[in-house]
């Protein structure tokens, strides 16, 4: 059962534009969310990460929104880039230590 | 600082071969680590977690075995590859009451 979802295996999008990346989990004990980024043949490196406290979390160029009702969050980039280019998964950690990973959003900025 | 270290980075076996991927954490004590395999279309993929020496965690039946002979060193083997287990694997670190994992470079595995 996949509790963390993105629904969107690919996006595309323009240099200089927002790019959005939508994660959706199913879990409600879930209190900490997180996103990785991760290009070919690399391991993911952590980007961003929110608390169920909040509703926004931002970070330069990047920002993590967190509607914990809807039980959604979302990664904006802003402006995107063509080094932005990668994998982009949604995590979020459970009371015992395990991670849970979307199945990954694969962005491509367009130069 | 800590470092996590994982070899190969790459590795071409044959079917029937057997594996074995070796993972070592650096710079902290007892921390939970994983074994994840990315596979399309099922993005990462958790096999094996494991808190603490000798105890391990399936998530997944299937092909593999894990083992912690060490605090900081985790191992994924197999006996007899097959060619299903290709893939890109990713050893990762947490420690317990954080909320961050840390990955390894990963090793792309294929198998012919």
């Known amino acids: 059962d996949q509790q963390v979802k993105q629904n969107s295996p690919s996006l595309s999008v323009q240099e200089g534009r927002i790019s959005i990346l939508n994660c959706d989990y199913t879990?409600?004990?879930?209190?900490?969310f997180l996103w990785y980024k991760k290009y070919p043949a690399e391991g993911p490196t952590f980007l961003i990460s929110?608390?169920?406290?909040?509703d926004k979390n931002e970070d330069g160029r990047f920002t993590v929104f967190l509607n914990k009702s809807a039980k959604h969050l979302s990664l904006h980039i802003v402006p995107s880039q063509p080094g932005d280019s990668a994998v982009y998964f949604c995590a979020a950690p459970d009371t015992g230590n395990q991670f849970y990973f979307g199945t990954g959003t694969s962005l491509t900025v367009i130069p | 600082s800590q470092t996590i270290h994982q070899w190969p980075a790459t590795l071409v076996q044959p079917v029937g071969s057997p594996l074995s991927l070796e993972c070592t954490v650096e710079g902290t004590s007892n921390p939970n680590l994983y074994w994840y395999r990315q596979a399309a279309g099922r993005g990462l993929q958790l096999l094996f977690y494991s808190v603490g020496i000798g105890q391990i965690s399936s998530e997944v039946p299937q092909n593999l075995s894990a083992s912690r002979p060490q605090d900081r060193q985790f191992i994924l083997s197999s006996k007899k590859l097959l060619l299903s287990d290709s893939g890109f694997y990713l050893c990762a670190w947490s420690l317990t009451g954080t909320t961050e994992a840390f990955f390894g470079q990963g090793t792309r595995l294929t198998v012919v």
């Open positions: 879990n409600s004990m879930f209190d900490y």
């Open positions: 929110i608390s169920s406290i909040k």
